[in-house]
């Protein structure tokens, strides 16, 4: 089944970019940006930025990451995926990152949430911007993932 992301929430004082990979089922249901409440991406962005990003209703939060200058956006545009999982999505198209240094010529970290959306780091670095590829925000990675609260307060703290 063909999924289809988000456009993205970014402007011109963004500094920082997450990219995920594509929304989830309950995601696209909600249409919002991790809007499964088994991820645990709010919580753990929360924790490093020193917000109650869970306790907020979505506007409020990306209004939150507006004023602090962070972006979300996904690597694909779209993708076959049967279910919600990183791995099972196929036949992926990619996201118009031309347009970042007009959408956010104040951009400087493009940080990706997981593995498979990091497969496409070097694409971005080669665009010039600093990148770094975070423990995934999913569920199914928290028993994987120890240290994830740590790294992602260390890369938001502000």
Not at 112 to 119: M, T
């Amino acid at each position: 089944m063909i999924k289809r992301g988000f456009p993205p929430v970014l402007d011109k004082n963004a500094d920082i970019l997450i990219l995920g990979s594509l929304p989830s089922d309950e995601s696209i249901r909600k249409q919002q940006y991790y809007g499964n409440p088994g991820n645990d991406f709010w919580r753990l962005l929360g924790k490093a930025l020193g917000e109650d990003l869970q306790g907020m209703d979505y506007d409020r939060r990306l209004e939150v990451l507006r004023h602090g200058g962070i972006g979300l956006w996904d690597v694909f545009k779209a993708g076959d995926r049967e279910g919600s999982l990183d791995a099972g999505i196929g036949d992926e198209e990619l996201n118009d990152f031309s347009k970042l240094k007009e959408l956010a010529p104040a951009l400087r970290l493009v940080c990706f949430n997981g593995k498979k959306a990091g497969e496409y780091e070097s694409l971005i670095r080669k665009m010039g911007y600093e990148t770094k590829v975070l423990p995934s925000s999913s569920g199914a990675n928290r028993r994987f993932s120890k240290n994830r609260e740590s790294v992602w307060k260390a890369v938001f703290r502000h």
